[in-house]
Protein backbone atom coordinates (compact mmCIF):
# COMPACT_ATOMS: atom_id res chain seq x y z
CA UNK A 1 0.00 0.00 0.00
CA UNK A 2 1.23 3.62 -0.81
CA UNK A 3 2.04 4.85 2.94
CA UNK A 4 1.68 9.15 3.15
CA UNK A 5 4.53 10.65 5.41
CA UNK A 6 3.35 14.02 6.71
CA UNK A 7 5.87 16.58 7.89
CA UNK A 8 6.29 18.21 10.42
CA UNK A 9 3.96 16.47 12.96
CA UNK A 10 3.27 19.66 14.53
CA UNK A 11 3.95 23.66 13.19
CA UNK A 12 3.97 26.28 15.92
CA UNK A 13 2.80 30.19 13.83
CA UNK A 14 1.57 32.92 14.38
CA UNK A 15 -1.58 34.62 12.77
CA UNK A 16 -0.86 36.02 9.23
CA UNK A 17 2.11 33.86 9.02
CA UNK A 18 2.69 31.22 6.22
CA UNK A 19 2.26 27.63 6.81
CA UNK A 20 3.85 24.84 4.54
CA UNK A 21 2.83 21.33 4.95
CA UNK A 22 4.51 18.54 3.01
CA UNK A 23 3.05 14.80 2.04
CA UNK A 24 5.91 12.75 0.92
CA UNK A 25 4.51 9.17 -0.67
CA UNK A 26 6.43 5.76 -0.69
CA UNK A 27 5.89 5.85 -4.32
CA UNK A 28 4.18 7.81 -7.09
CA UNK A 29 1.05 8.86 -6.38
CA UNK A 30 -1.29 10.63 -9.96
CA UNK A 31 -1.70 14.42 -9.03
CA UNK A 32 -5.70 13.79 -9.78
CA UNK A 33 -6.05 11.29 -6.76
CA UNK A 34 -4.15 13.40 -4.01
CA UNK A 35 -6.36 15.73 -1.53
CA UNK A 36 -5.95 17.50 1.59
CA UNK A 37 -8.52 17.83 4.76
CA UNK A 38 -8.73 19.77 7.33
CA UNK A 39 -10.24 18.93 10.84
CA UNK A 40 -10.96 20.19 13.93
CA UNK A 41 -11.81 18.88 17.19
CA UNK A 42 -15.12 17.79 17.45
CA UNK A 43 -15.97 17.78 13.91
CA UNK A 44 -15.65 15.55 10.85
CA UNK A 45 -12.77 16.87 8.27
CA UNK A 46 -13.74 18.96 5.57
CA UNK A 47 -12.43 18.47 2.08
CA UNK A 48 -9.78 21.38 1.16
CA UNK A 49 -8.08 20.24 -2.16
CA UNK A 50 -8.83 17.77 -4.64
CA UNK A 51 -6.35 17.01 -7.58
CA UNK A 52 -3.15 18.23 -5.57
CA UNK A 53 -4.21 21.57 -6.51
CA UNK A 54 -7.68 22.22 -7.32
CA UNK A 55 -9.81 23.87 -4.26
CA UNK A 56 -13.05 22.76 -3.29
CA UNK A 57 -15.81 24.78 -3.18
CA UNK A 58 -16.04 27.14 -1.11
CA UNK A 59 -12.23 26.94 0.01
CA UNK A 60 -10.86 30.51 0.47
CA UNK A 61 -7.82 31.21 -1.70
CA UNK A 62 -5.51 31.38 0.67
CA UNK A 63 -5.14 27.74 0.85
CA UNK A 64 -3.40 25.84 -2.10
CA UNK A 65 -1.90 23.17 -3.16
CA UNK A 66 1.21 21.41 -4.83
CA UNK A 67 3.56 18.90 -5.64
CA UNK A 68 3.53 16.28 -8.45
CA UNK A 69 4.85 12.13 -7.77
CA UNK A 70 5.86 11.61 -4.78
CA UNK A 71 5.59 15.00 -3.16
CA UNK A 72 2.85 17.26 -2.22
CA UNK A 73 2.62 20.35 -0.47
CA UNK A 74 -0.47 22.06 1.27
CA UNK A 75 0.14 26.27 1.88
CA UNK A 76 -1.85 28.81 4.00
CA UNK A 77 -0.66 32.14 2.73
CA UNK A 78 -1.88 33.87 5.80
CA UNK A 79 -3.24 32.00 8.73
CA UNK A 80 -6.46 33.08 10.00
CA UNK A 81 -7.58 32.08 13.33
CA UNK A 82 -9.67 29.82 12.51
CA UNK A 83 -7.02 27.91 10.41
CA UNK A 84 -5.88 26.19 13.23
CA UNK A 85 -6.61 23.00 12.98
CA UNK A 86 -4.89 19.29 11.98
CA UNK A 87 -4.69 18.61 8.52
CA UNK A 88 -4.25 15.59 6.14
CA UNK A 89 -3.05 14.28 3.01
CA UNK A 90 -4.91 11.52 1.50
CA UNK A 91 -4.78 9.52 -1.94
CA UNK A 92 -6.75 7.27 -4.09
CA UNK A 93 -4.32 6.24 -6.89
CA UNK A 94 -4.39 2.73 -5.45
CA UNK A 95 -5.99 0.50 -3.16
CA UNK A 96 -5.95 0.81 -0.16
CA UNK A 97 -6.49 4.12 0.51
CA UNK A 98 -4.46 6.19 2.61
CA UNK A 99 -4.35 8.58 4.87
CA UNK A 100 -1.43 10.54 6.23
CA UNK A 101 -0.67 10.78 9.77
CA UNK A 102 -1.56 14.66 10.01
CA UNK A 103 0.18 17.65 10.62
CA UNK A 104 -1.02 19.87 13.63
CA UNK A 105 -1.01 23.78 12.97
CA UNK A 106 -0.80 25.03 16.47
CA UNK A 107 -1.07 28.64 17.65
CA UNK A 108 2.55 30.16 18.81
CA UNK B 1 -27.01 18.14 -2.18
CA UNK B 2 -25.85 14.76 -0.80
CA UNK B 3 -25.97 14.46 2.97
CA UNK B 4 -25.53 11.45 4.90
CA UNK B 5 -27.08 10.33 7.90
CA UNK B 6 -25.08 7.29 10.19
CA UNK B 7 -26.95 5.38 12.82
CA UNK B 8 -26.14 2.58 14.91
CA UNK B 9 -25.15 1.33 18.79
CA UNK B 10 -22.11 3.59 20.36
CA UNK B 11 -21.17 0.77 22.60
CA UNK B 12 -19.97 -2.46 21.54
CA UNK B 13 -18.57 -5.53 23.38
CA UNK B 14 -15.00 -7.14 22.92
CA UNK B 15 -14.75 -10.19 20.16
CA UNK B 16 -18.54 -8.44 18.99
CA UNK B 17 -19.55 -7.47 15.77
CA UNK B 18 -19.71 -3.47 15.20
CA UNK B 19 -22.24 -2.11 12.84
CA UNK B 20 -23.24 0.88 11.17
CA UNK B 21 -25.68 2.09 8.45
CA UNK B 22 -24.98 5.70 6.20
CA UNK B 23 -28.18 6.39 4.51
CA UNK B 24 -27.90 8.47 1.68
CA UNK B 25 -30.39 11.57 0.33
CA UNK B 26 -29.33 13.45 -2.82
CA UNK B 27 -27.95 11.03 -4.56
CA UNK B 28 -27.97 7.08 -5.39
CA UNK B 29 -25.75 4.55 -3.94
CA UNK B 30 -26.15 3.00 -7.27
CA UNK B 31 -24.67 6.29 -9.08
CA UNK B 32 -21.51 5.26 -11.66
CA UNK B 33 -19.43 8.01 -9.82
CA UNK B 34 -19.71 8.26 -6.77
CA UNK B 35 -17.81 5.39 -4.11
CA UNK B 36 -19.36 4.98 -0.39
CA UNK B 37 -16.26 5.17 2.08
CA UNK B 38 -16.24 4.48 6.04
CA UNK B 39 -13.28 6.07 8.08
CA UNK B 40 -12.72 6.56 11.57
CA UNK B 41 -10.72 8.43 13.71
CA UNK B 42 -8.71 7.97 16.52
CA UNK B 43 -6.23 9.96 18.41
CA UNK B 44 -3.44 7.54 18.31
CA UNK B 45 -4.28 6.31 14.68
CA UNK B 46 -5.75 9.60 13.37
CA UNK B 47 -8.07 9.48 9.80
CA UNK B 48 -8.04 5.97 9.15
CA UNK B 49 -9.94 4.58 5.91
CA UNK B 50 -11.69 1.46 6.39
CA UNK B 51 -13.06 0.34 2.88
CA UNK B 52 -15.63 1.38 -0.11
CA UNK B 53 -18.23 0.31 -2.08
CA UNK B 54 -19.46 1.50 -5.87
CA UNK B 55 -21.44 0.32 -8.69
CA UNK B 56 -18.92 0.47 -12.15
CA UNK B 57 -21.11 -2.19 -14.04
CA UNK B 58 -21.25 -4.39 -11.53
CA UNK B 59 -20.54 -3.78 -7.32
CA UNK B 60 -16.81 -3.41 -6.39
CA UNK B 61 -15.75 -3.39 -2.36
CA UNK B 62 -12.23 -2.56 -1.17
CA UNK B 63 -10.74 -2.74 2.26
CA UNK B 64 -7.75 -1.52 4.27
CA UNK B 65 -5.46 -4.02 5.42
CA UNK B 66 -5.58 -3.02 8.85
CA UNK B 67 -8.89 -4.90 8.90
CA UNK B 68 -9.55 -6.76 5.61
CA UNK B 69 -10.99 -10.12 7.03
CA UNK B 70 -12.69 -8.54 9.74
CA UNK B 71 -14.77 -6.04 7.66
CA UNK B 72 -17.56 -6.20 5.62
CA UNK B 73 -19.33 -2.90 3.44
CA UNK B 74 -22.27 -3.63 1.73
CA UNK B 75 -24.78 -1.66 0.27
CA UNK B 76 -28.59 -1.91 0.27
CA UNK B 77 -30.06 -0.41 -2.92
CA UNK B 78 -33.85 -0.94 -1.81
CA UNK B 79 -33.14 1.77 0.97
CA UNK B 80 -29.88 3.56 -0.35
CA UNK B 81 -27.83 3.58 1.90
CA UNK B 82 -24.85 1.30 2.91
CA UNK B 83 -23.68 -0.10 5.98
CA UNK B 84 -20.50 -1.19 7.84
CA UNK B 85 -19.85 -4.49 9.54
CA UNK B 86 -16.58 -4.71 11.84
CA UNK B 87 -16.38 -8.08 13.43
CA UNK B 88 -14.43 -9.48 16.73
CA UNK B 89 -13.57 -5.80 17.69
CA UNK B 90 -10.91 -5.00 20.24
CA UNK B 91 -10.41 -2.09 22.59
CA UNK B 92 -8.28 -0.29 19.78
CA UNK B 93 -11.70 -0.44 17.52
CA UNK B 94 -12.90 2.80 19.78
CA UNK B 95 -12.81 5.57 17.43
CA UNK B 96 -15.12 7.59 15.89
CA UNK B 97 -16.68 6.43 12.44
CA UNK B 98 -17.55 8.20 9.53
CA UNK B 99 -19.29 7.87 6.11
CA UNK B 100 -17.90 9.76 3.05
CA UNK B 101 -18.83 10.13 -0.08
CA UNK B 102 -16.17 10.40 -2.96
CA UNK B 103 -16.77 11.56 -6.06
CA UNK B 104 -14.94 10.49 -9.53
CA UNK B 105 -14.61 10.46 -13.06
CA UNK B 106 -13.16 7.34 -14.64
CA UNK B 107 -10.94 5.27 -12.53
CA UNK B 108 -8.34 7.80 -12.32
CA UNK B 109 -9.88 11.37 -11.27
CA UNK B 110 -10.54 11.61 -7.76
CA UNK B 111 -12.46 14.48 -6.67
CA UNK B 112 -11.68 13.94 -2.91
CA UNK B 113 -14.38 12.90 0.19
CA UNK B 114 -16.50 16.06 0.11
CA UNK B 115 -19.56 14.36 1.96
CA UNK B 116 -19.53 13.53 5.39
CA UNK B 117 -21.60 11.77 7.93
CA UNK B 118 -22.01 13.42 11.61
CA UNK B 119 -19.63 10.55 13.22
CA UNK B 120 -20.62 7.64 15.73
CA UNK B 121 -18.30 7.55 18.54
CA UNK B 122 -18.26 3.76 19.05
CA UNK B 123 -16.50 2.41 21.94
CA UNK B 124 -15.23 -0.74 22.63
CA UNK B 125 -15.64 -2.35 25.98
CA UNK B 126 -17.07 -4.86 28.67
Known sequence: EIVLTQSPGT???SPGERATLSCRA????????????????????RLLIYGASSRATGIPDRFSGSGSATDFTLTISRLEPEDFAVYYCQQSDSSPLTFGGGTKVEIK | QVQLQQSGPGLVKPSQTLSLT??????????????????????????EWLGRTYYRSKWYNEYALSVKGRITINPDTSKNQFSLQLNSVTPEDTAVYYC??????????????????????VTVSS
Open chain 1, 26 to 45: SQSVANTCLAWYQQKPGQAP
Open chain 1, 11 to 13: LSL
Open chain 2, 100 to 121: ATEASSGWYVSYGMDVWGQGTT
Open chain 2, 22 to 47: CVISGDSVSSNSVAWNWIRHSPARGL
